[in-house]
């Protein structure tokens, strides 16, 4: 029976894997932002499918005369520990797809799902639910698995170095694309240091950076472990979890809208078919072993870096982003205290301040003309 299932299931995980059409051209002469589809082949480096082919996917927006012509720069959003870029930076509610405001502000914008996210290759493990931890095995009994039972592979399915590893061949691709030497980067949460270390790593391709609540470790050790870390190889969230995780973050009134809430997390299942299945549907993403991000690989970046924290963040506590921002070696770099947000302020009311923000520090390396320093942004409409 369980064979069955994984049969099944992988079959389904492979067709969504599979390499789309090339992009359709864009109307050169349009201002109108137009989406393209992306896949980019990349041998794996993810301990759970070592040397194997896998594609990432790519969404990117922008206008025809953006790419024809030229435009403002080019931006990689890379996402969290969660969810999927296309479904975390444009989100096709109102004004809320921060890849849509900035490809209106004439950047030409990409994102990019990680292995095991969305439209990606995600490794087979994800497809077997006795891989998760006991607790949330407990969430498919009787359904999917009949008792909690042991995994068929232990430890994290990804590596921060098998991101990096994604996030080169992804650069790569679009530096070659569009012909630039250098892209901006925005990132969310783990996003931090997975864009963070590659600039770290790389400072030659990335021109600046935009973190929004990134993942800091001041401690964090500079190498992989010795040995491969125990643990699950892969997480789900259900719809509950995921608005019961926002809920504990508000801070104010009307702080976030219920109906962006809402097709977030339609998005998000739409992101997995395969997860959509299980149980009343869940996101499911991989679990990865991060080092390397710390104090001393922080302390000698040079990379232009703006930091949001926003200030009812539960998730990543403002104080790790202020670390970050007193370690940062950079000359050029900015933090900013986002009053009525989450973890999740791309998608609550002051989702505007972050876009300009994001804007303006991509356009010229400033926000509210000061290329360093601290401001609190937000507060003025608690």
Not at 145 to 154: K, T
Not at 227 to 241: H, I, K, L, Y
Not at 321 to 342: I, N, P, Q, T
């Given at each position: 029976m369980r064979l069955l299932l994984l049969i099944v299931v992988a079959a389904a995980a492979a067709g969504c894997a599979s390499s789309g059409a090339a992009p359709a051209p864009a109307e050169p002469e349009s201002d109108r932002v137009q989406t393209f589809d992306h896949y980019v082949r990349v041998r794996s480096t993810a301990?759970?499918?070592e040397g194997q082919a896998a594609q990432i996917y790519v969404r990117e927006r922008a206008s025809g005369r953006t790419i024809v012509r030229g435009g403002a720069g080019v931006v990689l959003f890379v996402h969290g520990a969660g969810t999927p870029a296309e479904v975390?930076?444009?989100v096709p509610v109102g004004d809320y797809s921060w890849m849509g405001h900035l490809a209106a502000a004439g950047f030409d914008v990409f994102a990019a799902d990680m292995t095991g996210y969305g439209r990606s290759t995600r490794p087979t493990v994800m497809n077997d639910p006795c891989n998760l931890a006991a607790n949330q095995q407990r969430a498919f009994v009787p359904e999917l698995i009949p008792a909690p039972c042991q995994p068929s592979y232990p430890g994290p399915a990804t590596t921060i170095a098998s991101d990096w590893n994604d996030i080169d061949a992804v650069v790569g691709y679009i530096r070659g694309l569009r012909r630039v030497e250098r892209v901006s980067m925005v990132a969310w949460s783990l996003g931090g240091p997975r864009a963070g270390g590659y600039a770290a790593q790389h400072p030659e391709r990335v021109q600046r950076l935009v973190l929004l609540a990134p993942a800091y470790t001041r401690a964090a050790a500079d190498g992989p472990p010795q040995t491969r870390p125990a643990g699950a190889a892969f997480n789900t969230q259900s719809r509950d979890e995921f608005v019961g995780n926002w809920d504990r973050q508000v801070g104010c009134e009307g702080?976030?809208?219920?109906?962006?809430?809402?097709?977030?997390w339609s998005q998000m299942l739409l992101s997995d078919p395969v997860g959509a299945t299980?149980?009343?549907?869940?996101r499911r993403a991989p679990q990865t072993a991060t080092w390397g991000w710390n104090r001393t690989a922080v302390g000698?970046?040079?990379?232009?870096t703006l930091m949001v924290a926003g200030a009812h963040d539960r998730q990543v506590a403002p104080e790790r982003v202020r670390e970050l921002y007193d370690d940062l070696g950079a000359r050029e770099k900015m933090f900013v205290d986002l009053g009525c947000s989450s973890h999740n302020a791309m998608w609550e009311r002051n989702h505007r301040i972050l876009f300009r923000a994001s804007e303006e520090w991509l356009k010229q390396g400033t926000v509210n003309g000061s290329a360093q320093g601290r401001l609190r942004l937000g507060y003025d409409a608690n």
């Amino acid at each position: 029976m369980r064979l069955l299932l994984l049969i099944v299931v992988a079959a389904a995980a492979a067709g969504c894997a599979s390499s789309g059409a090339a992009p359709a051209p864009a109307e050169p002469e349009s201002d109108r932002v137009q989406t393209f589809d992306h896949y980019v082949r990349v041998r794996s480096t993810a301990p759970s499918m070592e040397g194997q082919a896998a594609q990432i996917y790519v969404r990117e927006r922008a206008s025809g005369r953006t790419i024809v012509r030229g435009g403002a720069g080019v931006v990689l959003f890379v996402h969290g520990a969660g969810t999927p870029a296309e479904v975390a930076f444009d989100v096709p509610v109102g004004d809320y797809s921060w890849m849509g405001h900035l490809a209106a502000a004439g950047f030409d914008v990409f994102a990019a799902d990680m292995t095991g996210y969305g439209r990606s290759t995600r490794p087979t493990v994800m497809n077997d639910p006795c891989n998760l931890a006991a607790n949330q095995q407990r969430a498919f009994v009787p359904e999917l698995i009949p008792a909690p039972c042991q995994p068929s592979y232990p430890g994290p399915a990804t590596t921060i170095a098998s991101d990096w590893n994604d996030i080169d061949a992804v650069v790569g691709y679009i530096r070659g694309l569009r012909r630039v030497e250098r892209v901006s980067m925005v990132a969310w949460s783990l996003g931090g240091p997975r864009a963070g270390g590659y600039a770290a790593q790389h400072p030659e391709r990335v021109q600046r950076l935009v973190l929004l609540a990134p993942a800091y470790t001041r401690a964090a050790a500079d190498g992989p472990p010795q040995t491969r870390p125990a643990g699950a190889a892969f997480n789900t969230q259900s719809r509950d979890e995921f608005v019961g995780n926002w809920d504990r973050q508000v801070g104010c009134e009307g702080q976030y809208d219920a109906s962006v809430r809402d097709a977030v997390w339609s998005q998000m299942l739409l992101s997995d078919p395969v997860g959509a299945t299980w149980g009343a549907g869940v996101r499911r993403a991989p679990q990865t072993a991060t080092w390397g991000w710390n104090r001393t690989a922080v302390g000698r970046m040079q990379t232009p870096t703006l930091m949001v924290a926003g200030a009812h963040d539960r998730q990543v506590a403002p104080e790790r982003v202020r670390e970050l921002y007193d370690d940062l070696g950079a000359r050029e770099k900015m933090f900013v205290d986002l009053g009525c947000s989450s973890h999740n302020a791309m998608w609550e009311r002051n989702h505007r301040i972050l876009f300009r923000a994001s804007e303006e520090w991509l356009k010229q390396g400033t926000v509210n003309g000061s290329a360093q320093g601290r401001l609190r942004l937000g507060y003025d409409a608690n």
